[in-house]
């Protein structure tokens, strides 16, 4: 074997085991492996494939230099973010997106799925930048690019023009914003046209408000069956779920597991921008997302943005949003715990369409986390102490000590 980490607990719990590592792939799992081969104690901490975050923004990150913020609002970050990206550079969005990925390594993340805004202010400036991160992180992170209409789409033929470039450019999917767009139906339309053409999937950004009116879920669902498309769509924020009457919630669960449609929950984003008309009790504004999932829908937690308008801080941990979910859902038992921890790593890399496990003869693609157990991570915002990416070291955080006088 080429490498061997003794004593991990795995997140299916048992006894420690030890995972040998050949050629790149996991060649055994079992307690007291014999081996001549380099090799690393866990010391009983959690080893487990890596933190998926399956809705990040890389392209508009790190941008409160240039943004002003007085309304807090999701309007106002609209405009602002719209402002500062007619200027980006495909060299200042690389430079900012390098900043944040490199945290999200740090922070034990392994796959990320990140939308990059298409239209005639971007250009496909943004999009160049992105696909050479894809590429030159390779080595530590798979990264699936979204090319996304943030600003709408039937209003501005030009959008959809430079969505369908950027398509052929090697986008991996495309994502659509029927809140910002003055014919929501025809956007959610035109997004699954595009995505029929090219063979993508569908990610929307969609229901960001405390209106329980007005939903446009029934319009993807309605599409999502239409054109057989379950499994391969997904919808970000959802936030008028919060404040639906909890029947009414659990209908629309119903529908969205019966059509293969995944909700993901932004709790920074969320938290920061709804609920700013209430005087007093400012609602949480957050889509019950451990609902959802005991309701059969693929629910995910992950990151958006980054220090701009639309979430003025973060670091891109999930550790961190797993646990700021946990504790305003008010979540308590270890099974509430191991289902969070599972919408930021399995459950998210379901979403993607991918496998996320530790087994013989899968890639050595592993995360070591200072704690014992999924439930404990999620508690104490576990900190990642290593990480292997086809059985090579790619990160290595090693824990604090403390020095006595």
Not at 89 to 96: G, I, L, P
Not at 172 to 180: I, K, N, S
Not at 182 to 191: C, E, T, W
Not at 349 to 369: E, N, S
Request: net charge negative; glycine share 8%; charged share 25%.
């Amino acid at each position: 074997m080429d490498f061997v980490l003794r004593n991990a607990r795995l997140a299916t719990g048992g006894d420690l085991v030890d995972i040998g590592v050949e050629n790149g792939r996991i060649a055994a799992m079992a307690p007291g492996l014999v081996a001549a081969a380099p090799e690393r104690d866990a010391a009983g901490r959690l080893a487990f494939p890596g933190f998926v975050d399956c809705h990040i923004h890389l392209d508009k990150a790190c941008i409160l230099d240039r943004c002003a913020i007085s309304e807090g609002t999701l309007a106002e970050a609209v405009r602002e973010t719209a402002r500062a990206k007619a200027a980006f550079t495909e060299a200042d969005v690389y430079a900012r997106a390098a900043r944040l990925v490199e945290r999200a390594i740090l922070h034990g993340t392994m796959l990320m799925r990140t939308f990059v805004e298409v239209d005639p202010r971007a250009g496909l400036r943004s999009l160049a930048a992105i696909r050479r991160i894809k590429l030159d992180y390779a080595f530590a992170i798979d990264i699936e690019i979204c090319a996304f209409a943030q600003e709408g789409l039937t209003q501005e033929p030009e959008t959809e023009r430079l969505l369908a470039q950027a398509l052929a450019a090697g986008a991996d999917l495309v994502g659509g914003c029927p809140y910002t767009d003055p014919d929501p139906a025809g956007h959610v339309r035109r997004i699954f046209d595009l995505a029929e053409r090219f063979g993508t999937p569908v990610d929307f950004h969609a229901d960001f408000d405390l209106d329980p009116e007005g939903s446009a879920l029934p319009l993807i669902v309605a599409e999502t069956e239409r054109r057989r498309f379950g499994g391969r769509v997904s919808v970000g924020h959802a936030t008028k779920l919060s404040a639906m009457e909890p029947a009414a919630v659990e209908a629309v669960a119903r529908r969205l597991a019966a059509a293969g449609i995944a909700v993901t929950v932004l709790p920074a984003t969320d938290l920061f921008l709804t609920g700013r008309d209430a005087g007093r009790l400012v609602p949480r504004g957050l889509a019950p997302a451990h609902l959802l999932r005991r309701m059969g829908v693929t629910a995910t937690i992950a990151t958006n943005n980054v220090l701009n308008p639309f979430t003025p801080f973060g670091d891109a941990s999930l550790s961190r949003m797993a646990n700021l979910y946990a504790n305003v859902a008010q979540l308590a038992s270890d099974e509430e715990m191991e289902a969070v921890f599972a919408m930021v790593s399995a459950d998210a890399a379901r979403l993607m369409g991918r496998t996320h496990d530790l087994r013989i003869g899968a890639p050595a693609d592993f995360v070591l986390l200072d704690a014992a157990s999924p439930a404990a991570a999620v508690r104490e915002i576990a900190a990642p102490i290593a990480s292997w990416r086809r059985g090579r070291l790619i990160m290595e955080r090693p824990a604090g000590r403390i020095v006595r006088a």
